[in-house]
């Protein structure tokens, strides 16, 4: 059974003359275990289908199902945030200016259910790599990267099996990026965690997914293995085009 | 541990514990308010005005209500009256002391009263949206549409003169500005990020309003209740002139003025002295609230 499964997936924005169709059809499946990339260019629809799945982006159609459970509007309930969380791109903007790491980490445990609050903010802000004096730091006290870490403790605190890292990078300093990507590979591996990833960076993808979809306009035009990409055989014109393009002189390698 | 000192206790950048951390976030808000020189001038004066209302049968000089018809209108100065004596020779020292009380008691329930009703209200209405939005925006816009006097005169005349009434009826009048306050506050918050990411983990839009957004929404409240202050205390002032707030012979700041009013030009002192009175406590709550934002601004706060 698939662990993220979506089929003639269309998202839309505003109504009537002013909707503007932000997905068309997409359709790809997530395995258990796996790590799937998104890529595109800006406005292709990408972060939208993240969107969509999290109930974010209210207006869609189409088949959504997470471990076989289809979903349905943009309600969702507790179980779906149990087991589905996501990192946000701009960890500026995704961590409340007023509370501290403890308060954010805490609601968060707090609003899944756990008792022993205290042991796990410790154990979070150990496997995120951010000590205990981070605890009780406010996030205008962090660095980005600190505050990505931060994020990704937050998303990790329900214990979900599936991650939804909506350009989880993009955000940061490439020196930083490096440490984020390779903390983001080792709790994948630590906790048996399902990536789906958007990015449109593609040495990130080559080094994080297994798989990957491309995106143009909204449309998918091609799943294509990692391994593919790393040989640069596309099949569809557009994604060897954005393979070129990645490695054109100037530009960095994977 | 043991070496250390209260302050480096309270300035460390590793708190240990909840109760540290809030300790010492607290310690860092009090000094960089401590920093502030004119917040620090209207503190000073609101803990005076405080302990003067608080000890008001101690330090006046007088019965504020002993009338004394030989000795009216006595200038400033005079022996036994420092600021003289009203039209019926009440010593004014002595009123304004105890008046300080009532006028603490109209600001604080107003203050409390008015931005928690804007602030519930433009919060539900901002982060609800549709149709609760229309309504309760539409209700905003009726009351703004009234003059406030006007509108807070209808409210105590339905419910009858009196200092209760009157806080009620100023509260009633005052609430739609914060709303909208709050409202626009709230329409930038419950966009972004973190309340995405608050609600994914489920929280409930009660917990998201309460928790998240108005910590958020207060600082600006606050700098608008501080602003608010001379209208909220002038304004019942009003209404005591008009015979529906403070009845007389109550030392109500603003009923002394409108009494003082009819001997301005000869007897200046006995409409100036509570008009400054007025003046001091209206300085005071905006210098206060100036450095009360800056301290509480999330932007900069704890630097």
Same mark, same amino acid.
């Given at each position: 059974m698939s662990m993220i499964e979506i089929d003639g997936l269309n998202v839309w924005f505003g109504h009537g003359p002013d909707r503007v169709d932000a997905v068309k059809g997409a359709a790809f499946t997530v395995e258990p275990g796996e790590s799937f990339g998104l890529v595109g260019e *800006? &406005? *292709? &629809?990408k972060s939208t289908i993240l969107r969509a799945i999290t109930g974010l982006a209210p207006d869609w159609s189409g088949r959504i199902s997470i471990g076989g459970r289809a979903l349905t509007g943009h309600k969702r309930d507790r179980a779906f945030y149990r087991q589905v969380q996501m990192v946000f791109q701009d960890p500026y903007a995704s961590l409340h200016p007023r509370h501290s790491v403890d308060q954010v980490l805490s609601e968060t445990l707090q609003l899944h259910g756990f008792r022993d609050i205290d042991a796990r903010v410790v154990r979070l802000l150990d496997d995120v790599g951010l000590g205990q004096k981070f605890r009780f730091r406010y996030p205008h006290q962090l660095s980005g990267g600190q505050r990505q870490r931060v994020a990704i403790a937050r998303a990790l605190a329900g214990e979900p099996e599936i991650v939804l890292l909506d350009e989880p990078t993009s955000a940061l300093d490439v020196s930083v990026q490096a440490e984020i990507l390779n903390l983001l590979t080792d709790l994948r591996e630590e906790h048996k965690l399902t990536y789906l990833m958007v990015s449109h960076d593609l040495p990130v993808i080559g080094h994080m997914c297994d798989r990957l979809a491309v995106m143009k306009d909204g449309e998918i035009v091609e799943v294509m293995a990692v391994g593919a990409l790393r040989a640069m055989q596309a099949q569809h014109p557009y994604s060897q085009s954005l393979l070129e393009a990645s490695i054109a002189p100037g530009s960095r390698s994977a | 541990m043991s070496d250390m000192t209260l302050r480096q206790w309270l300035l460390t950048d590793a708190p240990t514990s909840r109760r540290h951390a809030r300790l010492a976030s607290l310690y860092k808000g009090w000094l960089s308010l401590r920093s502030n020189t004119m917040a620090m001038f209207g503190l000073g004066i609101l803990v005076a005005l405080l302990l003067m209302a608080f000890l008001a049968p101690i330090l006046a000089p007088h019965d504020p209500y002993a009338q004394d018809l030989a000795n009216r209108l006595l200038p400033l100065g005079t022996e036994g009256h420092v600021l003289g004596t009203d039209s019926l020779g009440r010593d004014i020292l002595s009123r304004l002391i105890h008046g300080s009380r009532i006028t603490l008691y109209i600001v604080t329930l107003v203050a409390l009263i008015a931005p928690l009703a804007g602030l519930l209200v433009g919060t539900i209405a901002g982060y609800t949206g549709g149709w609760a939005d229309v309504v309760l925006m539409r209700i905003t816009d009726i009351f703004l549409a009234f003059p406030r006097l006007v509108l807070a005169l209808a409210f105590v005349a339905a419910l009858g003169a009196g200092i209760e009434n009157a806080v009620l009826a100023i509260s009633l009048t005052a609430w739609p500005p914060y709303a909208r306050i709050a409202r626009a506050e709230t329409l930038t918050i419950r966009s972004s990020d973190y309340i995405s990411a608050v609600r994914l983990q489920g929280a409930n839009p009660i917990r998201i309003i309460t928790k998240h957004i108005w910590p958020l929404c207060i600082s600006s409240l606050i700098v608008r209740v501080t602003l608010d202050m001379a209208g909220i205390i002038l304004a019942a002032a009003g209404l005591g002139f008009l015979g529906l707030g403070a009845q007389p012979p109550s030392p109500e700041w603003g009923a002394m003025i409108s009494e003082g009013r009819r001997f301005i030009l000869d007897h200046w002192w006995v409409a100036t002295m509570p008009g400054l009175a007025i003046f001091t406590v209206s300085l005071a709550f905006n210098l206060l609230g100036d450095g009360l934002r800056d301290v509480l601004d999330p932007k900069d706060g704890g630097q």
């Open positions: *800006s &406005g *292709s &629809g | -």
